[in-house]
């Protein structure tokens, strides 16, 4: 077989001597990017063919202080800029997401803090009276929405922390994705969605070591501003962000055309390695950091309540529905855990409406029908 | 599946693996359920007019052979072309006639409901019915003889490079090459993969760069343009339909070369042209033969008197238009073309009786022509290009009198695409002018020519991969 092939080759090369040639240097060329080129090149040289030229311009925007929706802050990494509207989207001026004016604590009124990403603040395509939020308020309710977009839950933590006991809350209740961990071992956003021009900014993480949590706090804003123009940040970023692999990928496979598709073509097969799998690892940091958060709202003789908010694709699986479920795998470690615990998924199937009618068109966030739906079933547990 | 896509690549290279490992009868089974594949890729519910087309050429082919009498020959011809014709009429050119019918029974006071059926038009249903009725024609005119092997035909009709967009190839160039042995050599396996590079490139780069940055935007709304972006976004759409369709045909002729098969060339630099007659001789050569074999010289050609000879060019050039797409833009396409060649011929007549007005041949007798040739070939395009002949009208309009005043700021890529275009003509000048066969290229130089390309498509190409512009034929 092997004669056959070398045989093959040296026909190759006499007969066919510029496809023989292209082989021999296409396949130098993919051995010089592969493994000369990251040591040649500087690292924020990649980073600027890797981030998008939107995504550049937003990193300088906000680390300046010019982006009008939010606002930089050393410990969650970002905030909601109070005063902000936009079209269906108004921030009050504590920088929540309200229906009304909040000032001193009403004593015959229940305050509900709610916490999480854009999944609990509502989104940019319903108005405030349509969140979930608004959903639960009555007369004797009333809640102040300090989602934030693209939060992850140590940034919620932190917010809590920081900003937010003021505010004296009789419950926390905090939205939580499908993949609630995902976002956990992150710190440049870009590294995890490659494809975010709109806020690529850098957030605080924490990281497990051994029973304590030791927090990687959001760089300095010079850091942050200079992050395509200096390697320094990235040097720190190779050991603290869990998703710098990604990143690694790109600068030793983007540029050529066999690196490319085999490297996209190895990241889909890991991709659906990890559904296939179950890793009960990957909740430790989230059972953690909920424990930690859970400690803080106790201190504040506060309850506090989770809302597992799944996307489109966890309520109507389709071929996934033979892959392992680790959404329900969640939703039963975390009630073992002893939190109070909302299951979106059972709570939007048991509506019985389309889906199409309880997502908007991303699949991700909730209509007005299904934050509705969601706030109705949440209050009881208010 | 569209030849420019990761999905292509990966079905051509199972399709050229499994190929070669089998011997020639199996090889064009499998080449013909490989087609099949591919066109039901497209739309599987159009595989029975494939299907239908493929046995009434075959049996009608068988027919005519054997036929003992004239009006029986006749007869089955007239069955294979009403057949394909009827097909490509229906699902064509229903709605064009239908619509004309009741504009037509406007215009002497009937009021006609509207008859217009939602027909999706089959992909490449103008290619593969001309294939089909050439076969049919050939052994008519005893040019051919018609194939025991239905495989073999099906194969023939259905053959995958070139099915949905050309080049149109005639049987008695494929039935052979399907009949002989078929052996992999090198040499046409290096000639296959350049013409594929090459095809790509001016699609993917060419072709796609000038339709997202210039093309597409002024002729989606040219009242905002002035005059000069106008000029230049019909320059643009010039060389981007001359590239994408050039670039598929390359794609086509070099798969096909990869799987042992020699179909002819379609292009032959157009924008070289001094005269029309030349750029006919140079653009979509396989149908322009098509249409002079088969409609023009049967209805004379040029040998029953020069009146006649115009009128059979006017029929040939309206029906030509007709056939790139049902609409009147279309049909006024070819009317343009063939007033040209009409032209042309007068013009050439009067060089016969009049040779100083003939020229000598020199450039700066030539140069002039060249530019009105380009110049009317580009006009024409107008009515190509836009939606309808109202939307014409108004682009040829904007193009004199600016009525917008906007201009686009060009990304550099537009200027690469239109210097490598320019490359690609210089070169086929010098092919023609110039004795080429003692210049060497070192294989070397050529590869890492080759590499280049590829990593630059990589990175230069638009993200989203327009379809070939004749595919909507």
Redesign the interface.
């Given at each position: 077989m092997l004669r056959k092939v070398v045989t093959q080759m040296k026909e190759m090369r006499t007969q066919a001597p510029i496809v023989f040639s292209s082989v021999v240097i296409l396949l130098g060329v993919e051995i010089i990017s592969a493994a000369i080129g990251p040591l040649v090149v500087p690292d924020h040289i990649y980073l600027r063919g890797y981030l998008s030229e939107q995504a550049e311009t937003s990193i300088q925007e906000f680390y300046t202080g010019a982006s009008r929706a939010l606002v930089f802050d050393e410990v969650s990494g970002w905030l909601n800029r109070p005063g902000f509207s936009r079209k269906k989207w108004v921030i009050d001026q504590h920088g929540a997401r309200t229906t009304q004016t909040i000032s001193s604590r009403h004593e015959d009124k229940k305050r509900i803090l709610f916490l999480g990403s854009s999944l609990t603040n509502g989104g940019s395509h319903i108005e405030n009276h349509e969140t979930i939020s608004a959903a639960i308020e009555d007369s004797t309710t009333e809640a102040l929405n300090f989602a934030t977009m693209l939060y992850s839950l140590d940034q919620s933590l932190l917010l809590y922390a920081h900003r937010l006991h003021e505010f004296e809350s009789d419950v926390v209740v905090v939205g939580l994705s499908g993949q609630p961990y995902e976002g956990l071992s992150n710190r440049f956003i870009p590294f995890r969605m490659r494809e975010e021009s709109n806020m690529p900014y850098f957030k605080p993480r924490y990281r497990q070591n051994g029973q304590e949590l030791e927090l990687l706090p959001v760089p300095s804003k010079d850091l942050c501003l200079t992050v395509t123009q200096s390697s320094r940040e990235l040097a720190l970023l190779e050991y603290s962000d869990g998703y710098f692999g990604s990143f690694e990928n790109f600068k030793r496979f983007n540029f050529t055309p066999l690196g490319r598709p085999l490297s996209s073509l190895a990241s889909r097969l890991q991709n659906l390695g990890s559904l296939l799998q179950r890793d009960e690892t990957e909740l430790d940091l989230l059972v953690a950091l909920m424990h930690k958060l859970e400690g803080l709202t106790e201190d504040d003789g506060a309850r506090l309540v989770f809302m597992l908010l799944p996307d489109q694709g966890t309520i109507a699986p389709g071929w996934r529905n033979n892959l392992p479920d680790k959404y329900g795998d969640m939703v039963l470690r975390l009630r073992d855990e002893g939190f109070e615990l909302l299951d979106g998924r059972k709570v939007l199937t048991e509506a019985d409406e389309g889906c199409s009618r309880l997502y908007h068109a991303d699949r991700r966030h909730f209509s007005a029908l299904g934050n509705r739906i969601i706030g109705a079933a949440l209050k009881p547990m208010l | 599946m569209n030849f420019a896509t990761?999905g292509y690549l990966v079905f051509f290279i199972i399709v050229f693996s499994i190929y070669w490992t089998l011997p020639r009868r199996r090889q064009n089974i499998f080449l013909c359920l490989a087609s099949y594949f591919f066109y039901a890729c497209w739309d599987y519910r159009f595989l029975s007019l494939i299907l239908i087309s493929t046995l009434v050429d075959f049996i009608s082919g068988q027919r005519i052979k054997n036929s003992t009498t004239p009006k029986m020959r006749k007869t089955w011809l007239i069955i294979s072309l009403s057949v394909n014709l009827g097909i490509l009429g229906f699902f064509k050119y229903f709605n064009f006639f239908a619509d004309g019918l009741v504009d037509l029974a406007g215009l002497v006071g009937w009021q006609l409901s509207d008859p217009t059926l939602n027909i999706i038009l089959p992909v490449g249903i103008s290619f593969y019915t001309f294939q089909t009725m050439s076969y049919s024609l050939d052994i008519y005119l005893k040019k051919l003889e018609p194939t025991k092997s239905l495989v073999d035909f099906a194969a023939f009709v259905a053959f995958f490079p070139q099915l949905v967009a050309g080049p149109i190839v005639r049987a008695r160039e494929f039935m052979f090459q399907l009949e002989s042995e078929r052996r992999f050599?090198?040499?046409d396996?290096?000639d296959g993969?350049?013409r594929i590079l090459l095809g790509f490139f001016k699609k993917l780069f060419i072709a796609d760069i000038l339709a997202v940055h210039l093309v597409d935007p002024i002729f989606a709304d040219p009242s905002r343009y002035n005059s000069s972006m106008l000029w230049l976004a019909l320059a643009g759409y010039s060389v981007q339909i001359y590239a994408d369709f050039s670039g598929y045909s390359s794609m086509a002729i070099g798969s096909a070369k990869l799987l042992g098969f020699s179909i002819p060339e379609n292009f032959s630099f157009p924008y070289l042209a001094r005269d029309i007659s030349g750029f006919w001789r140079r653009w979509h050569m396989t149908m322009s033969r098509f249409f002079r074999d088969y409609i023009y010289i049967p209805l004379g050609g040029n040998r029953k008197g020069f009146v006649r000879a115009m009128i059979n060019l006017a029929t040939t050039t309206l029906i030509s238009g007709l056939w790139h797409g049902a609409g009147w833009n279309f049909v006024i396409w070819g009317g343009l073309h063939g007033i040209y060649l009409a032209v042309n011929q007068i013009w050439r007549r009067v060089s016969q009786h009049h040779p100083r007005f003939g020229g000598s041949g020199k450039w700066f007798e030539f140069l002039p022509a060249w530019i009105f040739t380009q110049l009317a070939v580009a006009l024409a395009w107008v009515m190509f290009r836009s939606a309808n002949v109202s939307g014409a009208w108004a682009y040829l309009h904007g193009m004199v009198e600016s009525v917008g005043q906007e201009s686009i700021a060009l990304p550099w890529v537009v200027t690469i695409a239109f210097v490598a275009f320019i490359f690609d003509h210089a070169f086929g000048w010098v092919q023609e002018n110039k004795n080429l066969s003692q210049v060497r290229i070192p294989?070397?130089l050529?590869?890492?020519g080759?590499?280049a390309l590829?990593?630059f498509l990589?990175?230069a190409h638009p993200k989203n991969v327009d379809p070939f512009i004749y595919f909507q034929f």
């Open positions: - | 990761v050599n090198w040499p396996f290096q993969l350049i294989a070397p050529m590869a890492a080759c590499v590829v990593v990589l990175h």
